[in-house]
């Protein structure tokens, strides 16, 4: 049973992520972008890699699902108020989607943290796209989450390398 369950919440979040628009290539490209200066060789198929395994951490589907699960509500009305006006308008003092990407991002250290808040503000990539408010759609969740992602490939790409040397 609750290996059926580990199967489903990462075959979900898989699901969901692509459904909103974003694909494990957008994500390895994030990483590429946060990397390539502190790797030499990086390949995009590395970066790949840290993100699939980083998606196979139960804490992180935990977040994709909780996280997208909130978006698509707040796209649907499905909220009360104030939280649906807060999360549909993705206001600049809450802070809960932010809580939850550090929530993926503390499975792999503190380098994570500085790699999450370096590409919350760039916002290349995949990010750009989510961040936009003119689409209708709702990425208030997603859009941390992915750069939350994003930052523990990186934490997770610059552990592996520190151990290598």
Request: proline share 1%.
């Amino acid at each position: 049973m609750d290996s059926k369950r580990i199967n489903l919440s990462e075959q979900t979040a898989r699901k969901w992520l692509k459904e909103r628009g974003v694909t494990t290539q957008d994500i390895a490209e994030l990483v590429m972008y946060l990397q390539s200066a502190y790797h030499e060789n990086l390949s995009i198929d590395e970066c790949l890699h840290n993100v699939e395994r980083v998606l196979s951490k139960r804490e992180v589907q935990n977040a994709i699902l909780t996280g997208i699960q909130l978006d698509m509500l707040a796209e649907k009305k499905m909220l009360e108020e104030p939280l649906q006006s807060i999360i549909s308008t993705d206001e600049g003092l809450y802070g809960v989607d932010e809580i939850l990407a550090f929530s993926i991002v503390n499975v792999y250290g503190s380098i994570g943290f500085t790699n999450y808040g370096f590409i919350d503000k760039q916002k290349p990539g995949i990010l750009q796209k989510l961040n936009d408010k003119s689409s209708g759609e709702c990425h208030t969740f997603l859009d941390d989450i992915v750069g939350a992602i994003a930052a523990a490939a990186s934490s997770r790409l610059a552990h592996r390398a520190v151990n290598a040397e």
